[in-house]
């Protein structure tokens, strides 16, 4: 099993940036895909990036690219989503998820294997 905990949520004024940390536990993440998504009040659970499980291809969605990236470091069993230039849209619950299915994390072809309970971002206009 594999225990996820995101941190790094927190109140931020439009442009300005955040980094989420996504810590795993109970065993190594080196083997999955992770992916952050969120959900705002009221709405459906959006995609928001994805990282394969070495580190070398990402993926994001349209609405995040440019501002967001998204890292890992197998090392420390931590995978990372540096926010830029936010915007009162980005309000939402954010989520780290792993899983062994690309498909899965960057293309929610299901729902992945583990998931963490979610930080909180706020950012005001």
């Known amino acids: 099993q594999v225990q996820l905990v995101e941190s790094g949520g927190g109140l931020v004024q439009a442009g300005g940036s955040l980094r989420l940390s996504c810590a795993a536990s109970g065993r190594t993440i080196s083997v999955y895909h992770v992916g952050w998504f969120r959900q705002a009040p009221g709405k459906e659970r959006e995609f928001v990036a994805a990282?394969?499980?070495?580190?070398?291809?990402?993926y994001y969605a349209d609405s995040v690219k440019g501002r967001f990236t998204i890292s890992r470091d197998n090392a420390v069993n931590t995978a990372y989503l540096q926010m830029n230039s936010l915007k009162p849209e980005d309000t939402a619950v954010y989520y780290c998820?792993?899983?062994?299915?690309?498909?899965?994390?960057?293309?929610?072809?299901?729902?992945?294997?583990?998931r963490g309970q979610g930080t909180q971002v706020t950012v005001s206009s």
């Open positions: 998820a792993a899983d062994r299915s690309w498909n899965i994390i960057a293309a929610r072809e299901g729902d992945p294997d583990y």
């Open positions: 990282v394969d499980w070495n580190g070398r291809a990402t």
